[in-house]
């Protein structure tokens, strides 16, 4: 067996904006005369999102007047986590990648000003920095070019603006953790994959860092393949809850063996992991491999990130059983796992009936 070592590409996730002089000329707070968008601009911020890519603020300049400004243009509600403040850009930058739970190095900053990308790139030199005299060409750049774009690419900022909501419902909230997720009538469905899941499959796998159990980058045509073969089990998860759906949020795919499972691939958003969806789906294979009369093997390969994968593969009750060319096995309990948490409703298509 040997360790897949394909690089995984370098895909934006989310533009941070300065404001005077790079989306619009002039600066606000000495003329209040600033009408109009910088040309492209307004094209760019809307190409760019309806590929699912995010855009957020990182600017010195009065909040208020900011965004009433923001307002006024008609482009308000395209930014999440505005960070309007006197603070460093480099400390916006990283309240950004924080309050959105995504790597700072899928970050893309844009200023006019070399002084600010430089005082940005020393602090975080894994963002990518862009002079705004190039803004309107990102759309053309290959880092802005999503692989796929899936119907999760065309609403991916409603439903950060509907987590958002969620947040500071949970902030008010007084009760316990349980009680909340019970408040907000969770449906999680695990389905077999089919062909109209392929491009969001594989954009979860480029996009998962955190949550993936083993970094292997499968292509679009490599989980085609295993979501048509009887020997494999590919499936997807999607959540949804009152303020609306996460989407598809979570991807198992399994090797069928007469006595042995192996779970090559689990990963999960990290817009959930709140949630406690990843056991309910690693539970879900379990179960299907223990009808199957096997035992699910898990394969885990450490990554510079993916700690927690191997924390929730231990917490499951799954024990190290040995290591095979980098890849750590770890296999589940012979025992049937426990049901999924009271406050989620749970709905499971058979690994065989796939779309």
């Known amino acids: 067996m040997t360790t897949d070592v394909r690089k995984r590409p370098r895909y934006i996730k989310c533009v941070v904006w300065d404001l005077d002089h790079t989306l619009w000329d002039g600066i606000l707070l000495e ?31 009065d909040p ?24 460093n850009k480099s400390a916006s930058v990283a309240t950004i990648a924080e309050r959105l739970n995504i790597g700072i190095d899928t970050l893309a900053f844009v200023d006019d000003q070399a002084l600010e990308r430089d005082e940005v790139g020393f602090a975080h030199p894994e963002v990518l920095c862009i002079d705004a005299e190039e803004a309107a060409g990102l759309p053309d750049r290959p880092e802005f070019q ?22 500071t419902a949970e902030d008010q909230f007084s009760g316990t953790n349980d009680e909340f997720l019970a408040t907000l009538d969770m449906r999680f469905t695990i389905s077999p994959a089919g062909p109209a899941d392929i491009g969001r499959a594989e954009e979860l796998v480029v996009r998962t860092n955190q949550l993936n159990s083993t970094g292997v980058m499968y292509s679009a ?12 089990v590919l499936l997807m998860a999607e959540l949804e809850d009152k303020y609306g759906t996460y989407g598809q949020v979570g991807l198992a795919l399994a090797q ?16 959930v992991i709140s949630r406690g ?9 379990v179960r299907l491999a223990q009808a ?23 917490f499951a009750g799954f024990t190290e059983i040995g290591e095979q060319d980098g890849v750590t096995l770890l296999a589940a309990s012979p025992a049937p796992p426990p049901p999924p948490p009271a406050y989620l409703t749970v709905q499971a298509l058979a690994a065989e009936h796939r779309r």
């Open 277 to 285: 969806v990843g056991t309910v789906l690693l539970n879900h294979v």
């Open 221 to 232: 045509e490599e989980l085609a393949a295993h979501a048509d073969s009887d020997d494999h």
């Open 256 to 271: 069928r063996g007469a006595e042995q499972w192996r779970l090559k691939l689990l990963l999960m958003s990290c817009r």
């Open 64 to 87: 208020d007047i900011a965004v009433a400004k923001l307002t006024e243009l008609g482009i308000a509600e395209y930014f999440l986590h505005p960070q309007i403040s006197w603070d």
């Open 292 to 314: 199957d009369g096997a035992r699910l093997v898990a394969e885990y390969v450490p990554t510079e990130r993916n700690r927690i994968m191997y924390i929730t593969y231990r």
């Open 146 to 167: 999503p692989k796929h774009v899936t119907a999760d690419s065309r609403v991916r900022r409603h439903m950060y603006q509907a987590s958002i909501e969620r947040s």
């Open 31 to 61: 003329n209040a005369a600033v009408t109009e968008l910088k040309p492209g601009i307004r094209e760019t911020i809307v190409a760019l999102d309806e590929r699912g890519i995010l855009h957020s603020i990182a600017s010195r300049n």
